[in-house]
């Protein structure tokens, strides 16, 4: 379905990348298939992170990562299981471009859609020990507090947390 939406937009052979995206993005028609199709991967998700779909996974773009992981409707066994296949997509041998200088920008972007506070102490102290985290701590110490501080806290004080 969604590969035959896109391909009748995609038969146009003198378009540029800008005209393309505003075609795109001003289809209402459009934005609802991409909402089924991100729907339709969140509920399969845990497929899409295993070895068998990992050239898949692997190939996304920045902008379809974020959508994907800005769905709540996530189905994942847990918090850091994302987070590994998130790493794994970021260390992706073909995509050097997710790495270096470009690397501070693209974390910014991708991690406040993973829910630290859901992760258990030890699957966040793994975080803290990652390459990434030692690497970015700007990035990353606002985060594993706040997941400490989740944790550590009763419900009843968490509502106010930030």
Known sequence: MCRTALSGLLRCKKIDKVKMRTRLNSNPLLQLLIRACIQAIARDFELLITEEW????????????????????????????????????????????????????????????????????????HVERSQFAECYPKLFHPQILLAYKFQALPLSSRVNCK
Not at 60 to 86: G, H, P, S, T
Not at 95 to 116: C, D, K, Q, V, W
Request: net charge negative.
């Open 54 to 125: 990992e050239k898949s996974w692997l190939a996304l773009d920045r902008d379809q990562m974020i959508e994907i992981l800005k769905c709540n409707q996530l189905v994942v066994a847990n918090e850091y299981r994302l987070w590994e296949a998130v790493i794994r997509w970021l260390q992706a041998p073909n995509h050097p471009e997710r790495r270096g200088t470009t690397a501070s920008p693209l974390l910014s972007s991708l991690l406040p859609y993973i829910r630290f506070p859901f992760m258990t102490a030890d699957e966040l102290t």
